[in-house]
């Protein structure tokens, strides 16, 4: 009997809108990115407010706005309480892009919290380089023999 792999995309599809995917690998939800705009217009993530009860792990992949800037008002105001996964730089930038914009905005919110580890659930999660932001990151995620990899805005161009 095969996965079970459903995707769907709750931001960011054909677009330059920020990035959030619900991923279901066997009833186990990822939520891949929890992106917003520079606008934090709460209306962008009511596709979000749907299913942020229901996500089990979210997996960053960049530090950036666009890739994790949803992610404390999802924490503080939608309901999101599932760990959060990413790399050492995509933690420590994040919070550093957070902190800017929310000094910059005088908006009182809560900031990043991340959890970094490798596994959960019996689904291995493997971060690899994406070569767009520092820290950036491919994720592929394993379970039974059967991969999914999530890679967005990477960039594998030889340099000289």
Same mark, same amino acid.
């Given at each position: ?56 792990? @979210? ?50 919110? @809560? ?40 890679? @967005? ?8």
């Amino acid at each position: 009997m095969g996965t079970s792999v459903q995707v769907t995309p709750l931001c960011g599809v054909y677009s330059e809108n920020p990035l959030c995917y619900l991923l279901s690998i066997d009833g186990f939800n990822f939520l891949m990115d929890c992106g917003w705009n520079d606008h934090f217009d709460p209306n962008l993530l009511q596709p979000l407010s749907r299913v942020s009860t229901k996500v089990d792990a @979210v997996l960053l992949s960049h530090p950036d706005v666009l890739h994790l800037g949803a992610l404390p008002y999802a924490m503080k105001h939608l309901g999101l309480t599932a760990p959060v996964y990413s790399t050492e730089p995509v933690y420590r930038l994040g919070l550093l892009t957070m902190y800017d914009h929310y000094l910059s905005r005088r908006v009182k919110e @809560v900031l990043l919290i991340c959890l970094v580890i490798d596994k959960g659930e019996g689904i291995v999660i493997a971060p690899h380089v994406a070569g767009h932001l520092l820290g950036g990151t491919v994720w592929k995620i394993t379970k039974d023999g059967e991969d999914v990899v999530y890679a @967005v805005d990477f960039n594998h161009r030889k340099e000289r």
